[in-house]
Structure formats: C-alpha cells, structure tokens
T-cell receptor, first 113, second 111 residues
Framework: DQQVKQNSPSLSVQEGRISILNCDYT??????FLWYKKYPAEGPTFLIS?????DKNEDGRFTVFLNKSAKHLSLHIVPSQPGDSAVYFC????????????FGKGTKLTVNP | NAGVMQNPRHLVRRRGQEARLRCSPV?????VYWYRQLPEEGLKFMVY????????ESGMPKERFSAEFPKEGPSILRIQQVVRGDSAAYFC?????????FGPGTRLTVT
C-alpha cells in the first residue's frame, strides 16, 4: 500500500526550462511534506518542505505547491540546471515532521545542456 | 559543521554473520531515524530513537534486527545472522525538530 506516489520514474528537461515533479499521497493524516534530492552513492539531501497550513513555499529556484483537497504536491525548479540532474524523492510525515517519513519511489530528473 | 556521519560506508558480510552499522547524528540533534533502501525503491522507515529510548520501531523486522542510541556514543543498527535479502543501503537521519538530515549511508552486501 503506497501512501506516497511519484508516478513518473523519470523526467527529461532542457537547461533553462522549468522542471515540474509531482507527488500524490493517500493518508489524510500527513501534515508535513518534504522534497529530497539524491545523487548515486550519497544520502538524500533536504531541499524544501511545506506544512499543510500553507499552499506554497519558495526557496530560490525551488518552489513547492501543496493542494490538500487533491492530496497532491509538486516541486518546481526554474530555471533548471544540469547540476539539478538527480533522483528527487517526495516524503510525507504526520505530526509536523517529527514522526517517520514515508517516501515515494523517486523521479529521476535529467537536465540536458 | 559536521553533518550526519555513518560508518562503515561499505560493509560485506557472509550469510550468518552479524552486521553493525553506526550513525553519529549532527551535534545537538537528539532524534535519530534509520531507513533502508532496496534497489529501485524509495527509502523505507525502520526505527526512530531518541537518547536511550526507542520511540517507534514499527518498520523493524521482528527478528534479527535491533537498534540503540545510547546516552554516549553513536546510534547502532545491528543485524544478526544476515541473509542475502538484507543487502541494501541503510541510511541514518537526525533531526532537531522537523526536517531530517541524512547521512551518506552504509551499503551492506551479503554474500
């Protein structure tokens, strides 16, 4: 039973354009959402998070949008850079993030020069 | 500012041996989490610990796996009598409150 779903295993984008990574969840108890970036043979690196009381959070080139009614969130990267090429994981947590994280299977982003 | 440290980075064990994975959290972080990642999968939660206490072990297999976070020293994930199916990347994360910060992982290979 996959509580956090990333339905696109891969995404290819041209440098300078926008990358949009999507994530759906099923558990209505989730109230804190995070995006992590992962390179091969390294641990996940925290990118950005959003609490369920907000619908948008922005940090530089990264913006996360949350649609609670649709149980959907997305990560926008603009402009995309070749160094952004990595696997991106969506994660969700209940009780403000202090509980365990439930991860999606990841989306592999390739940004072409 | 040292991040989360894990050692060893790579560990090879024969079937039936014990594996010990160590995690030193970010200084000042009192919450430690262990996750396991199988190939082509996302990370799966195993256990959540605070100093000297197991808070949530709902993701730990019932047998052969144990974890501790003593008052002094690193957190230890112990796998007894390893089997081939235990081969995976094991990640530790620490947190002061909300965001969890991950270490580089230990890649366990069981031969």
């Amino acid at each position: 039973d996959q509580q956090v779903k990333q339905n696109s295993p891969s995404l290819s984008v041209q440098e300078g354009r926008i990358s949009i990574l999507n994530c759906d969840y099923t558990n209505s108890m989730f109230d804190y959402f995070l995006w992590y970036k992962k390179y091969p043979a390294e641990g996940p690196t925290f990118l950005i998070s959003i609490s369920s009381i907000k619908d948008k959070n922005e940090d530089g080139r990264f913006t996360v949008f949350l649609n609670k009614s649709a149980k959907h969130l997305s990560l926008h990267i603009v402009p995309s850079q070749p160094g952004d090429s990595a696997v991106y994981f969506c994660a969700a947590s209940a009780q403000g993030g202090s509980e365990k994280l439930v991860f999606g299977k990841g989306t592999k982003l390739t940004v072409n020069p | 500012n040292a991040g989360v440290m894990q050692n060893p980075r790579h560990l090879v064990r024969r079937r039936g041996q014990e594996a010990r994975l160590r995690c030193s959290p970010v200084k000042g972080h009192s919450h430690v989490y262990w996750y396991r990642q199988l190939p082509e999968e996302g990370l799966k939660f195993m256990v959540y610990l605070q100093k000297e206490n197991i808070i949530d072990e709902s993701g730990m297999p019932k047998e052969r796996f144990s974890a501790e976070f003593p008052k002094e020293g690193p957190s230890i994930l112990r796998i007894q009598q390893v089997v081939r199916g235990d081969s995976a990347a094991y990640f530790c994360a620490s947190s002061p409150a909300n965001e969890q910060y991950f270490g580089p992982g230990t890649r366990l290979t069981v031969t």
